[in-house]
């Protein structure tokens, strides 16, 4: 888009809550309002939890380096343990904390290509972010029961109108609005629309660890699109956090699978 990051916030939030108003709309046909109404005070602090995280992380990566940001942030599934440890009473596998523990040692490999320090406004912004993100996978847990999606469509107006004032809208070429389009109005939603989804189904923590590839896939989006590519140390983290992710899918499968079939023994 090639536009201020406040001006990508109010085109980002504006169509993601537009996209997911159209798309909740035709799934729920004549039933939109209830269904906005059904996610309650706990799906409003959601909101407010996700659109808290979106700005401090803004607020990060303008006073600190993106890859002290990366780093920071990638102690969410910290927090979401924590969280639903203490709230939710969901005990955290072991073989989970040595996953999180060693995707955020690939992720502090990231670093090691970048250059210069940051500031400790921007690493608390991210720490926070962090924070915010954990708090946001264990109310989704909690509410499992109950579509969050509209949750994600007013966080996405909060945004909007609080970046707004700070907006500097410049003119854009035809290829900057389509690129706002693509991501506000398809992005946006469909991948938000997924986190949300996805706390209902696995635990915050296993939620939040699996988020942590968005970190090594980034700067392969870039390298593949505008052709920045990445440091060989950001390789290597990336490469210890795929292959950490994909060691702890495959382990967590074989469990449930022994499990199946120890309780299928059991009834037979």
């Known amino acids: 888009m090639d536009v201020d990051h406040w001006t990508g916030l109010v085109w980002r939030g504006s169509l993601q809550s537009l996209g997911l108003i ?20 706990l799906g409003l602090l959601l909101a407010v939890v996700f659109t808290g ?3 401090l992380f803004l607020i990060s990566i303008s006073f600190t380096l993106v890859a002290n940001t ?17 709230f939710l009473k969901e005990a955290v596998a072991r073989h989970t904390w040595i996953a ?12 090691l290509d970048s250059e210069g320090q940051g500031t400790i406004i921007g690493d608390l912004a ?8 954990g708090a946001y996978f264990t109310i989704v847990r ?24 700070l907006a500097a809208f410049p003119a854009m070429s035809q290829d900057q609005i389509l690129a706002a389009g693509a991501m506000g109005f398809l992005v946006a939603p469909i991948s938000f629309a997924l986190i949300t989804i996805g706390p209902r189904y696995l635990p915050a923590p296993e939620v939040s660890l699996l988020l942590l590839i968005e970190t090594v896939l980034g700067p392969l ?9 990445p440091g060989l140390m950001s390789l290597i983290g990336g490469a210890v956090v795929v292959t950490t992710l994909l060691a702890h899918s495959i382990y967590g499968l074989r469990r449930y699978r022994r499990r199946q079939v120890a309780s299928e023994d059991q009834a037979s």
């Not at 991210?126 to 993100?133: F, N, P, S, T």
């Not at 029961?145 to 945004?159: L, T």
């Open 142 to 165: 909690a509410t499992r029961e109950v579509d969050m999606i509209p949750a994600m469509a007013v966080s996405g107006a909060m945004v909007a109108v609080i970046a707004f004032p």
């Open 100 to 111: 999180i523990v060693t995707a955020f040692a690939g992720i502090a490999l990231l670093t």
């Open 70 to 86: 990366l780093v920071i942030i990638s102690a969410a599934p910290f927090f979401a343990a924590a969280f639903s440890l203490i």
């Open 221 to 229: 989006w870039v390298w593949l699109v505008i052709n920045e590519e």
């Open 53 to 55: 995280s979106t700005i």
């Open 22 to 41: 159209l798309f909740l709309s035709f799934l729920y046909r004549g039933r939109v309002f209830e269904v906005f109404r059904s996610i309650g005070l």
């Open 126 to 133: 991210a720490l926070a972010v962090a924070a915010l993100m």
